[in-house]
């Protein structure tokens, strides 16, 4: 009995101590593998080896009974989920880290969509845009001065600046807007057929010109385009009146209609209200390229250059708007809720539309000899019986017509005796005689979309309040539809904030 006891304690004993160094062996293992994994963590901290300690099935055997084993077991589930979610949280501070780091900006690896570091990162399909931009846009600022009588800016100068325009233009359009893709080719051509059949009705190459600079227009943002006008058109109509005051060229200037106000004076261009429009095209282009409000400074300078196209350009629309421009775009810019609200919103896309439906509507009352139209007739200048007498003699067609108008400016044609005095002064009809009524509704129809695109963004309402006081303008002055004048025709195709973008072109986003 003794010996079997003996035999049987032997063999406890045996057991005791196997069990004992298989503990001691997991235990090691699990240390092993938790002090790996935290290396592992601690190194890369996003990474974590996914790999398990190989275990014998002997092993898992014998750990199975023993309940320290399986706490153990329980111990290395937990570090391994506690070194999961370190790594999962390390991924998470990775992420947060990389997007608020403040990194350089990207720069696309695309070696003809990369940005030119210009100051104000102009890709290189923006910079062809601007060279033929700035060209076209000397040029005519050149053809509407009397620095002409120096230069010449027709003939082969302007074949040669046409076909420049058009090569950049070509290039930017097929090499960085990708215009061979069918659904924009097919619009492309649509818009490019429209054109050249109102070029062939009215003979108005200029029509096409325009037609070539919104082609390319597309893509580039709206400010770039009015900050290269105004630093390009304001150093030339600072030129143009240095050197007429100085006379250097001639200062043209013609009588008042009214005894007791004088001359009118152009001061380099061809007319004084051409002088006095782009004055007022200026200032509300600093208002949109300006990332400031408006303050006192602004008020004070637009009321002191209204008062003076007032005394010495008898330019009284112009001075008028310039002030009121001044006013309201200093209330809009403090209290922008005036703008971004339902009502307001849609006063603002339908304006240029209303307002051209008032002109039609007082063109045909006055057909109609009302009385009230005729005596406001005579307040404006005969402005609507101006017209009244173009419709007589050529009347309206859906392409236009070359017809020739005779004002009061420096222009050979104004200064021919032989003609009678039969200017346009209303933008809208203008538009209407000479390209007809497809272009004039296009035209109204793509600021209308640019209003609603602009009503997207909540700082779109200085585009808004600028083409509000563009299509009142448009009533009485045809400045509106020059692009000499106007830089802010090119909201119908450039890139706004709310508008589509293109998924192959890079396009800037406006800070």
Not at 27 to 53: D, F, L, P, R, Y
Not at 139 to 164: E, K
Not at 288 to 293: A, F, G, Q, T
Not at 381 to 395: A, F, M, V, W
């Amino acid at each position: 009995m003794k010996q079997e006891r003996k035999a049987q304690l032997g063999g406890e004993d045996g057991r005791k101590k196997t069990a004992v160094k298989r503990k001691k062996i997991a235990v090691a293992k699990m240390k092993s593998h938790s002090s790996k994994s935290k290396n592992h963590v601690s190194k890369k901290g996003t990474n974590t080896s996914k790999t398990k300690t190989p275990v014998s099935k002997k092993d898992e055997q014998s750990l199975k009974p023993e309940s320290s084993v399986i706490g153990s077991a329980q111990t290395l589930k937990k570090e391994s989920l506690i070194s999961k979610g370190t790594e999962h949280n390390s991924k998470k501070t990775a992420g947060a880290l990389k997007t608020k780091s403040p990194s350089s900006p990207k720069t696309n690896t695309d070696f003809w969509h990369r940005e030119i570091n210009t100051g104000i990162h102009y890709t290189q399909g923006e910079l062809l845009f601007a060279a033929a931009y700035i060209l076209y846009l000397l040029r005519l600022l050149l053809a509407n001065s009397t620095i002409q009588a120096y230069i010449p800016v027709g003939g082969r100068i302007l074949n040669i600046v046409r076909i420049t325009m058009l090569i950049l233009i070509f290039v930017k359009c097929f090499w960085f807007d990708r215009v061979y893709r069918p659904k924009v080719l097919l619009k492309y051509m649509c818009m490019f057929c429209v054109l050249v059949v109102s070029v062939y009705y009215n003979q108005y190459k200029y029509l096409l010109d325009v037609g070539i600079l919104l082609f390319g227009a597309q893509h580039v943002p709206l400010k770039k385009i009015v900050r290269l006008y105004f630093f390009t058109a304001g150093l030339a109509i600072a030129v143009f009146f240095v050197y007429s005051v100085t006379g250097l060229i001639e200062n043209y200037y013609y009588d008042s209609i009214y005894v007791d106000r004088g001359a009118r004076y152009a001061f380099g261009t061809l007319y004084a209200t051409d002088f006095a429009a782009m004055l007022f095209y200026l200032l509300m282009s600093k208002y949109y390229i300006s990332r400031k409000k408006v303050g006192f400074l602004y008020m004070v300078i637009s009321c002191a250059i209204a008062v003076f196209i007032d005394i010495y350009c008898d330019a009284r629309m112009n001075s008028a708007l310039i002030v009121i421009f001044a006013v309201s775009a200093f209330i809009v810019d403090r209290w922008s809720f005036l703008i971004n609200n339902p009502v307001s919103k849609g006063l603002l896309r339908w304006a240029m539309p209303l307002c051209c439906i008032c002109v039609l509507a007082l063109q045909v009352m006055y057909f109609w000899e009302n009385e009230t139209v005729i005596l406001l007739d005579e307040m404006l200048s005969k402005r609507l019986g101006n017209s009244q007498q173009i419709i007589d003699e050529y009347g309206i067609s859906l392409f236009g017509k070359n017809i020739v108008f005779r004002g009061n400016g420096w222009a050979t044609v104004d200064k021919d005796l032989t003609l009678e005095y039969n200017y346009v002064d209303s933008g809208y009809m203008q538009m209407l005689f000479r390209y007809g009524v497809i272009i004039l509704i296009l035209y109204i129809v793509a600021h209308y979309f640019a209003v609603a695109y602009s009503q997207r963004n909540k700082k779109g309402y200085k585009l808004q309040l600028i083409i509000l006081f563009i299509s009142v303008s448009a009533m009485l002055e045809p400045r509106a539809i020059l692009i000499v004048y106007n830089p802010f025709m090119f909201s119908m195709v450039a890139s706004l904030e709310g508008r589509p973008k293109s998924r192959n072109t890079q396009v800037w986003t406006e800070g």
